[in-house]
């Protein structure tokens, strides 16, 4: 546990100086030659404004480096430039807190639905700036509704339904809020062939047959948002289904009109709705060139007498310009379309933030359910987005939404399930990675989709340090007034050069100056080390910022010395000019010789146990036979107590194999007797070394002593009695083995006894069975032969033939 607790601190001390190092290359690498330019390389990068910080042979590009670098280099935190950034907030209007039921009416203006509405961000180069935005649905919030339907001769039994709108839909929209606003508008397409027919029967009447059609427009604004149900109702009663040639309906141009003629349509800063009723697709920026125009749609509001007069002169909008007038006007879209052409519009949905897209039944008699629907869909999420950013700058967003849940990345944008009177937030940053070309502020908008209310956002850049501004233009101390003295360094005027701009691009040859930048007229400039700059050797810089050259010639750097240990100067000194300054006891090359002999004391006190010489800290042991640190280790050497043993043991008990040369060979140590092992010295109750010993004699007989040097005298304590192992009782022995004896015997009387059973219990079960295997008698005897033998006479029967 504590080696791998030990590898942890280590390698985050590794890691925090690779970091460090890392951080103050960048500084290094980006030869900043003014404090401002230095501030702007990264966030750690600070600049020394010390005039007397640079050392020979250091560059002003030196004065740039981390600041735990700057700090290490001597240079005192007061000099040190460091500015940091800022946020102000100059609006922070509390978000609204009201009920439906409330007696106080507030103008839409009066409601507040975003917090805080305008700071100031203070930005430098790398250093990002985070603020908090608070988003509340406020209850009773105004509403404007626009109805944009499609009249072509599709919709025809659409329009009846239709017609009754007002009033039933202001009824509804009274549950949501207590303002509430409808308006009207109509659309058919272009009025240029091949889009309508340009006959003149057809103009005054494009239907076949007996229909009484109404002639062709392309988009035709009928009422005005009003809060009048009943005119509503009364104006779309009086309108007239109309006809074109192809499927596609020219409702982009009509989109475009509503989205841009603010006043003409009547929208107020609040909630905009617009329903956008059809049966069929759309045409869409190109399709114009069928008839013959090719200006784009310019994206203006071209109503006159509430009709769009410029439908022939110009395309049909794109869809992303479409997009951007809906955001730049805050107008949530609703498609009400039938489905047949559902598909579509979810592919034109998911183009078009804050729109939905709601199923048409094939009369338009659900209409009033897939409005509420769809602003339920709409109003319960919130969508957060910037105006177009300054180029090097960059913004994040981090969402914290109902019960919690955080979303990063693009979901930090939005917060969804959101009801009334719910409060979300977002946590929004803000970097720049450059100072802007044509000015030092900028202002961007947060705001959020389908909302009027925006946040402003004062951008203040942090293009140089505060030092610069006490600047000293024409300094006499940058030679003769060639530049301006700002932040303890130079800053030199066009055309100049040096430290101290002391020459002159044009005016100097580099053989005259590159003569000053050798040493003793040697052939390398400034040591290979540096660049020779206006006749005086700027150093080059290292990778690492603590490894650093110096000197007049570049000639000297701190990290060319003798190593110890693989450190430099052994960790114990500085290294100078390529040469090792040692700490205080500490000498030699590499300042590894350490003059502190407290590391060569043995447990003695002794200085390498007596048995060696303490050089540079480490005893070199002059007895072969003695190693260790400190000389007390001798692999080969017997113990303390087996050394001793024979000599204890002839004076205490006068026995022992040294018994006739005690007097001459064991009286080196002082001998006292103790009563028991108990009152023999303790290793606790000493400041000397003390050993205990436990030895046998030849008759096994234990005896206990202690061996100590105190202040170069030899002692022993000995407990003045043998321990003996008491004799043996021979009465118990001889009972003991003439038992065994007879119960040996009589075990084996035993066993010969079952043996002889189990023998003869064999022998007679082998009889039985022989016994009933015998089956033969005297009839069957095979030994068996009869007495009567017959024989016959060979002349017998042959006496007539004779």
Known sequence: MDLRLLFIVTLSVVLGGVRAQKEGSICIKANAQ???????????????????????????????????????????????????????????????????????????????????QKLTLTLRSGEPQTFSLKFKRAEDYPIDLYYLMDLSFSMKDDLENVKNLGTDLMAEMEKITTDFRIGFGSFVEKTVMPYISTTPA??????????????????????????????????????QISGNLDSPEGGFDAIMQVAVCEEQIGWRNVTRLLVFSTDAGFHFAGDGKLGGIVLPNDGKCHLENNMYTMSHYYDYPSIAHLVQKLSDHNIQTIF???????????????????????TLSSNSSNVIK???????????????????????????????????????????RKCSNISIGDEVSFQISVESQKCPSHGKSEVIKIKPLGFTEEVEVVLKFICDCECSAEGELNSQRCHEGNGTFECGACKCNAGRIGRLCECSKDEVRTEDLDANCRKDNGTDICSNNGDCVCGTCECKKRENPKEVYSGTYCECDNFNCDRSNN???????????????????????????????????????????????????????TDAKFQGPTCELCPTCPGVCAEHKDC??????????????????????QLITVKDSS???QPTDQIFPLTHCKERDANDCWFYFTYAIRNSTKEVYVVEKLECPPGPDIIPIVAGVVAGIVLIGLALLLIWKLLMIIHDR?????????????KWDTHGNPIYRSPINQFQNPSYGNTGAS
């Not at 579509?344 to 804050?354: D, S």
């Not at 177009?388 to 955080?406: A, M, Q």
């Not at 390498?608 to 800290?617: D, I, K, L, S």
């Open 648 to 669: 204890v043991q002839c004076r205490a008990f006068d026995a022992g194999e040294k018994k006739e040369t005690c007097e001459r060979d064991c009286s080196y140590f």
């Open 762 to 774: 064999r022998e007679f079960a082998k009889f039985e069975k022989e016994k009933m295997n015998a």
């Open 202 to 239: 057809r103009l005054i009447n494009p239907c076949t047959g007996n229909q009484n059609c109404t002639s062709p427009f392309s988009y035709k604004n009928v009422l005005k948002l009003t809060d009048k149900g009943d005119e509503f109702n009364r104006l779309v009663s009086q309108q």
């Open 34 to 116: 003014s404090c401002g330019e230095c501030i702007q390389v990264a966030e750690s990068c600070g600049w020394c404004s010390d005039e007397k910080f640079l050392s020979s042979g250091e560059s002003k590009s030196a004065r740039c480096d981390d600041l735990q670098s700057l700090k290490d280099r001597q240079c005192p935190e007061d000099k040190i430039e460091n500015p940091r950034g800022a946020i102000v907030i100059d609006k922070d209007t509390p978000v609204t807190n009201r009920k439906k039921d409330s007696k106080e009416k507030l103008k839409p203006e009066e409601i507040t639905q975003i917090q805080p």
């Open 679 to 681: 009152k023999l010295p």
């Open 370 to 412: 897939l409005i509420i629907d769809a602003y339920n869909s709409l109003s319960s999420e919130v969508i957060l987005e910037n105006s177009r950013l300054p180029e090097g700058l960059s913004i994040t967003y981090k969402s914290i939404c109902k019960n919690g849940v955080e979303g990063t990345g693009e979901n930090g």
């Open 567 to 621: 450190k430099l100067c052994g960790g114990h000194g500085v290294c100078e000019c390529r040469k090792c300054i040692c700490d205080a006891n500490y000498t030699g090359s590499a300042c590894d010789c350490s003059l502190d002999h407290s590391t060569c004391l043995a447990k003695n006190g002794q200085i390498c146990n007596g048995r060696g010489t303490c050089e540079c800290g480490i005893c070199k042991c």
């Open 336 to 358: 009400a379309v039938t489905d047949d052409f559902q598909p579509v519009y979810k592919e034109l949905q998911n183009l078009i933030p804050k729109s939905a897209v709601g």
